[in-house]
């Protein structure tokens, strides 16, 4: 995988440890959190950065339009594993989900590679139905997997999944 310094021309992936403070920053219009994020996570309070990949992420319904997959993971890898912007333990949280040693996750997608899954297959079809595409199955280790998040108003979970790296066979439509 490509660093984060590379894709960005940047000497060091390492946050300032005496950084700004998201909160500093991040008072604009929430379709430019991802862009305000670039801009700074390097500046930011190295406790602020998950806080910021966290709500840059949420607060949009495709962030992937607004920045590349390559980047967020890179991002998400940065701020470390993290389940509703609470650092975790990834083996611990994730065990739950597991069917033995794999991860069984969809995608409501016109394509399978993205960053965003749900372990919810109602969830995906329903997401499918109304957005159009397809539903994507993939079934995958945990290492894979670099946060958990839970939609507040209908509590799906969405697991943000870094795929980049994963071949197209490993993708079955449901």
């Known amino acids: 995988m490509t660093g984060l310094d590379d894709l960005l021309g940047t000497d060091s992936l390492t946050p300032a ?4 403070r998201w909160a500093d920053v991040r008072d604009v219009p929430p379709q430019t959190l991802p862009d305000v994020l670039l801009e700074h996570w390097e500046d930011l309070h190295p406790k602020d950065l998950r806080s910021a990949v966290r709500e840059a992420w949420t607060s949009q ?17 940065e701020a470390g594993y993290q389940v509703d912007g609470r650092p975790a333990d990834k083996e611990s949280d994730l065990e739950p989900l597991m069917d033995d040693v794999v991860l069984t996750l969809y995608r409501a997608a016109r394509e399978p590679r993205g960053l965003g899954w749900t372990t919810d297959l109602r969830a995906a ?8 595409g397809r539903v994507w199955r993939v079934a995958l280790g945990p290492e894979y997997v670099l946060a958990r998040f839970t939609d507040p108003w209908d509590g799906t979970e969405q697991l943000v999944v870094d795929v980049t790296d994963l071949d197209g066979g490993d993708f079955r439509p449901v």
């Open 61 to 77: 319904d495709d962030p992937e339009a607004l920045l590349d997959a390559e980047t967020w993971a890179e991002l998400f890898d």
């Open 125 to 132: 079809r329903a997401a499918a139905a109304r957005d159009g």
């Open 17 to 20: 440890p005496q950084g700004a």
